[in-house]
């Protein structure tokens, strides 16, 4: 089947965000994965960047940017997206916390939903936000599952160690104090999708001296409740 548009140079771009949806790539790999000239694909790939389309990971490779999912949720057609404002709010409300929804991309883990607090001490995290996959209880949650060998790579240079990730493993939850910025600590559960596979990462978080120091033992079952409810949201609708 042709898949020319007949305009050139947007088929290179879908081209080249269909090379990036099987995960990070440098710039010779998306020349390998495209068939693009050189300057052509890094050109197509920094204009897509300049417009979020594209990102970049911790180690400068090419990956899927934040305004896609903006433009999936804007559009309706994201499930999980449409389903997690309303679950987050519930969450908001009942825990006092801000409250978000990760996904990972790459080496980073992007805010794609959030419900904040609206008064007082609160930690902040826009939607679209990118933040590091090496510390955080989100961080956790999003690598604890993931096969052994990107598991171990995951590892390096974390803040947190594959002994903190079994004990989230086995009792379902993560949690985290100081690990991404001082003064701040987070509980965090996994959303999973139809196969099983954990597709995002529900978390609240705010200052310690409201979640004290250990912040699962106040926290863990109401934000477990609320990835529960987005799993069953992904089981009824499988995308």
Request: with cysteine.
């Amino acid at each position: 089947m042709d898949k020319s548009s007949g305009v050139g140079v947007l088929d290179k771009a879908a081209v080249v965000l269909g090379a990036l949806e099987a995960g990070p790539a440098t710039l010779a790999q998306l020349v390998a994965a495209t068939g693009l000239a050189r300057p052509t694909a890094h050109r197509l790939a920094v204009a897509l960047e300049h417009h979020r389309l594209v990102g970049r990971d911790m180690q400068g490779r090419f990956i899927l940017g934040p305004r896609l999912a903006e433009l999936a949720s804007a559009a309706g057609e994201d499930r999980l997206l449409a389903a997690a404002g309303p679950v987050l709010t519930a969450l908001r409300d009942h825990t006092g916390e801000s409250a978000q929804l990760y996904r990972r991309q790459g080496d980073m883990r992007i805010c794609v939903a959030a419900a904040e607090r609206p008064v007082g001490l609160r930690d902040s995290i826009p939607v679209g936000s990118a933040l590091t996959m090496l510390a955080g209880s989100a961080a956790q949650i999003l690598l604890a599952w993931e096969e052994p060998d990107r598991l171990h790579r995951g590892l390096q240079g974390a803040r947190f160690t594959a002994t903190t990730l079994s004990a989230v493993r086995r009792r379902g939850w993560a949690q985290s104090i100081g690990e991404r910025e001082p003064g701040v600590a987070s509980v965090s559960a996994p959303v999973r999708g139809p196969s099983g596979r954990v597709v995002a990462a529900v978390s609240i978080s705010g200052p310690v001296e409201r979640f004290t120091r250990q912040p699962g033992r106040v926290h863990a079952a109401a934000v477990v409740q609320s990835a529960n409810r987005l799993t069953e949201v992904l089981r009824r609708n499988p995308q």
